[in-house]
């Protein structure tokens, strides 16, 4: 017995194992092990078993549970190639390979993850970062190979083949995207109405840091910027509170950062990787933080010597908006001596007398323009190509010019009743309240009315709308403007921020209408007759709208303002070249950085020449700053260059801008 | 005790008329937890024990690098009052000590030596607790410390394969993705202004 007590089966028997005899004839509650395979490790087993056992291809295993973090799967059309799931990864498991063979499309970029299995800890943080959810995980946790190549496997929106259930999910508390765009500050519409100030206040330095810190450095957003800025890398400066060094990178692409960063079209957000689920980040308005943050002396960092005359050779430029202004900006970095004309009294062109100055005041304006005056572009202002000087002047006596004269005339309907003075084109108007705005102008000299209907669905609409809302309010103490448009709510071509704000300050709206007639008595407007519009553009795509004569209305108005688009006035062009410039509805025809064919010295830019918005007139300028090097520089007599003037050649041609593609609206 | 009492109040009151609680939280009517001070742990899992929280469901461990903190979190359960109390005591994290419960929850010995393997944490009273479980050979830092490197012990473990490039469609001519990172090289050369 006392053998006994220290064994651990103390009453063992040599027939104790008898008793699982009993189980002989009883139903297994286990699965036989041989069937239990995927299709993969059931057809391996099959090719290398001398017994085919046609039963094991039917075998499948068993269901994993619910939120099983299994092998990925990954949707390539949902997908866009971000890279966050490859940044994210602690083991450095993933990596994103180029795939040439996806379409080229905004807002995606042609490279896919793979993800090496031999260091896989399925820890699902990819999932829980993925930009689209197009990452996730299945329930398949079966997978066998004898080559180790095996194990680098390419997530699809199936596995291995096949469609899988879905395995890990991530749910509100595990997305590791804050989605919730940091809340811009607004001037309240009863108080903003009443005077030109600006309405968007900019972020604070810890609301841009905190803005900043939602990007996800995918860089998708940078293709389609027309200018193609550094975005990622600036946005990264705001957050590391590198101002200096936001400030140099943003001006690698864009000299004029301070009205970009307030007026910009911004498709980089239309793009951007987090509007795939949740709001964009606040790409333009992080600009202007950078911009608004910058002390005047921290300009003289941007260049580390001083711009000089370092290739002997001139350039005029005609107009002073977005495009000259970045062309004057790059010929004279690149060491040209650069002279801008300017018909106004104030250089900026649509950003001086276009846009409003409740979007962009001028100091902001200023800001751009002095830095650009600083480097020694010399703006003579008040001086008019085509009567101060003429274009075969500017030909003697310089060895290029660069037009960027853009679109400053009002389009206007034809119509009955449309050549009544009180209907006023969007370009009339708009300067005159600007120079209302500045106090160059009284309010007695305004020709406005008490009540308005603005025709037009763009932006440029709104802006007489809302500069009309302030006159008004100004002069009558009450306002009353209505917005109609041919384009119905869902293809207006506004900017959501004009639909918002332009409804916050009572502007009223009555869209999908085509105006008719301008009703006038007494030789007074009283009105605008509209046909309710069935269709903008025909099936082909072509503008053509259809109104249904039936529904007709009369919107009741003591002035009508048109902003149904701007045109080109080229009164400058003498008669012996008007034959030698083609001009195809309005824009005159030019190879891709801007050179008109036959004329090599004679360069375009901006709405003249490509269109339609600020950004893209600053692609223009730096493309034309390109190509009038190309031209000068090999047959200019050079000053001897500095190791840094050579460095910074380089980057402005490595920086030109390429078209860029427009990003549909999510 | 009466019957209009809900377990999580039973609970509750156990707990709270026996040992100091530091902090408590209800996260529904299944599941609630308290901090309690380090040297009560024992005390009052012995005296959930007897009140029938007799299944010991888990024990593990938070890393708290900031407060030089672990967080031993003990989830015991009652199958009559069906509530999962966690008991949740921080402890020192450079000399990570704690005795062990084995004599109050036999079953508990296997969760100490996972915990002993992920976090380092040292548990005297289990003749076990040293031995490895589930990582072999492991001679890095417990990998669940918060100061434990993925990517660093996965490059000096697993070298990088070098891996046919099956999955790459490369396009003709120039790369548009090279052209980015060229792109991102020179913007990164810009920066160094004020930090």
Redesign the interface.
Known sequence: MKDNENKRYKHASIFGPMRHFKYIFKKPVTHPFKIIFTRKNASYLNDNAIIKNKKRLDSAPRTAPDNLRGFHTNDWEVCIGCGTCADICPTDAIRMVERADLKDEAGKLQQRPVIDYGRCCFCALCVDTCTTESLKMSKEYIYASTDPDQFLLMPEKTWQGEKVEQGYVKTEESDLLDLKRIPMEHIEPDERKKSFIEVVRGYSKEYARQEAARCVECGICTSSCPVQMHIPDYIKAIWEDDIEGGLRQIYETNPLPGVCGRVCTHNCETACAIAVRGEAIAIRWLKRYIIDSAPDDMYDKIFAEPVTEVIDAKIAIAGSGPSSLSAAYYLRALGYTVDVFEEKDRPGGVASYGAPQYRIPDYAVEKDINFIKKIGVNIKTNTRVGTDITLDELQKKYDAVFLGTGFFKARMLNIPGADHKDVIGAMDFLPLARDLARGHLKLDEMNVLPSAVVVGGGDVAFDVARNLTRIQIMKYGKANVLLTSLESRDILPASLDEFVEGGEEAVKMELGFGPQEIMIKNGKVKGLKVWKCLSVFDEAGRFNPKFDETQEQVFEADQVYLSIGQAPDYDYIPESMKDKVIIERGKIKANEVGQVAGQEWLFVGGDIFRGPDIITGVADGHRAAQGIDEFLYKKSKKKEQSEYYKELREAIHFNTPVLAMKPKRK | MTNSMTNVEFVQNLVKSNVNVLQEHITDQYQVHFVVEQDQVHYILNILKNAGWIQMSYLSAIDWPEENKFELVYIVFNWEKPVYVQIRTKIDRENPVMNSILPIYPGSKYYERECHEFFGVKFPGNPDYEKQLILENWDDIPPMRKDFD??A???RK?P??E??????????GK???AK?E???Q???S??????
């Open positions: 993925p990517e012990y996965s490059k697993f990088q394969r891996y046919s490039e099956t999955y790459i469609v490369q396009s003709e790369s548009k993705l980015m060229a792109r991102k020179r913007a990164e810009l920066r160094g202004g004020k930090k």
